[in-house]
């Protein structure tokens, strides 16, 4: 194969090596704290970055970026949909305004359901533990208020009761 076919457990790995291969060509740094973070620096001044998800990429530069290393991205890869100002990235909705840039995730957290134990499928570890699954998303990108909440039922996931079920609705 000269392609690692989407869906296969290494295809990510496989993408994500190509795509750091062509940022670092091109004189874009990788992080030492996050390998999934890039970064371009010119004349010690902070110019472009992008970070690195499964199959998705999000970056942020100057116009010279986009036309310089974006391209070159394009060249090597087939890329889907591009948005601008706003857009969902990883459950998070991310929105520029006056040069700031906002991260909402109340769509996400308003598609959270409660555990309904009448479900005749119900197991109360495998439910509990994709619940604390998605808690734990939330509490580490914009909710750090019920980490401590999360942390607290997932450590109590293997004697999990009905009452933990109740505390996480």
């Not at 989407?6 to 030492?32: P, T």
């Not at 310089?68 to 305004?97: C, M, P, Q, W």
């Not at 619940?131 to 039922?153: E, M, N, Y």
Request: hydrophobic content about 35%.
């Amino acid at each position: 194969m000269k392609k690692c076919p989407y869906g296969l457990v290494d295809a990510s790995r496989k993408w994500y090596n190509k795509v750091k291969q062509v940022l670092l060509s091109i004189d874009v740094q990788m992080s030492k704290a996050d390998p999934s973070l890039f970064y371009y620096n010119c004349n010690n001044e902070l110019q472009r970055i992008i970070t690195i998800h499964v199959d998705d990429f999000l970056c942020s530069g100057n116009e010279n970026f986009f036309k310089n290393i974006i391209s070159r991205i394009h060249d090597e890869f087939i890329v889907g949909k591009e948005y601008n100002t706003a857009f969902r990235y990883l459950g998070l909705d991310l929105k520029e305004h006056r040069n700031c840039i906002y991260l909402d995730q109340s769509h996400y957290i308003d598609v959270l359901k409660t555990i309904n134990v009448k479900d005749e499928n119900f197991s109360v570890h495998d439910t509990l533990q994709s619940a604390i699954g998605k808690l734990i998303w939330i509490g580490g990108q914009t909710r750090p208020d019920v980490s401590f909440d999360v942390c607290h039922l997932a450590s109590n996931l293997k004697q999990a009761t009905l009452s933990d079920i109740k505390y996480f609705n």
